[in-house]
Every structure is written in structure tokens, then in C-alpha cells.
């Protein structure tokens, strides 16, 4: 069923016409319409030039499908291949990949020009914290009223935590001055 009737068109055109909606989906056996494609077989041998009907009655008689993988070529390849197999290996990879994927996350500490020694060093501890778990720290000095005349007081600021958590981190950006919030990230040891 169809709500919008400019989809439904696009739909139905790209239907008669043989073509997939989705730019990830392979056209396969009967959904190749062209008049003359270039064939490889399922070992990568070159079968040459021939008519999609002809490349999928060889690709029905080794009990394969016969897969667009270059649409774009002129003329288009064509390859022999087991196409469940193929999408099969490819979610396997897909999988493999997101979980070898290490997801980093960006704490956030905000300091005050005008912190106390004793809480400087207690965000300096969550930080380096946070830098030996491999999270990313932000490091935000937010000044208010007249403190932002004295920007030098949160590059120091900076430096000075920095300088403290170089045992756990390194500084990835150096300390920036974006209107009222100086930022400055720093990186775990890898």
C-alpha cells in the first residue's frame, strides 16, 4: 500500500524498469535487464561477453546465481556466485566488525578560574580516572563577568591539569578560548 503518491511512482517505474530501490542490493538472475553483460565465473575466470540470458543459464546449470557486482562498467559485470553464501559471509563480517569496534566516550570536567587547590585536584583524579578506563576527557574552564579579561589564568589552569594527568593522558587539542568556555581534550596513553 502506498501513501504518498510520488513514492508510489518512483516505486513502480524503478519496478518495470528492473531496478533494486536500495543502492546496497545486487540485482540477480532475472532482475538483470541488460542486453549484453561481462561474465565472471565463481573462481574469478573471465567467461567474456555474452547476453544475460546465456550468463544465467550457465550461472542455473552450476546451480548459482548470476549477481550485478559493477552496474556502473560499461558493459556491466556480471559474476557467477552462490548469492545467499555471499550475503551470508557478508552479515558475518558486518557483525565481526561492530564488535571489534571500540566505542569511546567523552567525559566532560569544568573547572572555574577561581577553583581551590583541593577540588583542582579532585577533578584531576576523576579525569585521570576516566583517561585509564580509555574514555576521552573534555576539560572545560568557564569563565563568567569580568574573569574573561584574565584568559591567561585558565590557559595556566590548563597547562597546570595537563601537566597532572600526563601520566594517564596526553593532550589531543590544545587549550581553545570559544567565547566564555576555554576547552582543551586530552587522550588515554594507548
Not at 6 to 22: D, K, P, Y
Not at 130 to 150: P, T
Not at 159 to 175: M, N, W
Request: with cysteine.
Amino acid at each position: 500500500m502506498c501513501f504518498t503518491g510520488a513514492f508510489c511512482v518512483r516505486f513502480f517505474n524503478a519496478q518495470r524498469e528492473g531496478l533494486t530501490i536500495s543502492k546496497n542490493d545486487l540485482q540477480i538472475n532475472e532482475q538483470i535487464r541488460d542486453s549484453e553483460v561481462r561474465v565472471v565465473s565463481a573462481d574469478g575466470q573471465q567467461l567474456g561477453l555474452m547476453s544475460a540470458r546465456d550468463a544465467q543459464e550457465i550461472a542455473y546449470e552450476k546451480g548459482m546465481d548470476l549477481v550485478k557486482i559493477a552496474p556502473q562498467a560499461k558493459p556491466p559485470v556480471c559474476k557467477i556466485m552462490d548469492y545467499g553464501k555471499y550475503k551470508f559471509e557478508l552479515n558475518k563480517r558486518e557483525k565481526e566488525n561492530r564488535r571489534n569496534q571500540k566505542v569511546v566516550n567523552i567525559k566532560e570536567v569544568q573547572l572555574s578560574p577561581s577553583i581551590d587547590t583541593n577540588d583542582f585536584n579532585t577533578k584531576c583524579n576523576h579525569a585521570i580516572k576516566f583517561l585509564k578506563k580509555g574514555d576521552k576527557v573534555k576539560v572545560i574552564v568557564r569563565f563568567r563577568g569580568r574573569e574573561l579579561s584574565h584568559s591567561q589564568i585558565g590557559f595556566t589552569l590548563l597547562e597546570k591539569f595537563a601537566e597532572q594527568a600526563k601520566e594517564a593522558g596526553s593532550v589531543e587539542k590544545p587549550a581553545k578560548l570559544e567565547g566564555r568556555n576555554m576547552t582543551m581534550f586530552l587522550a588515554p596513553l594507548s
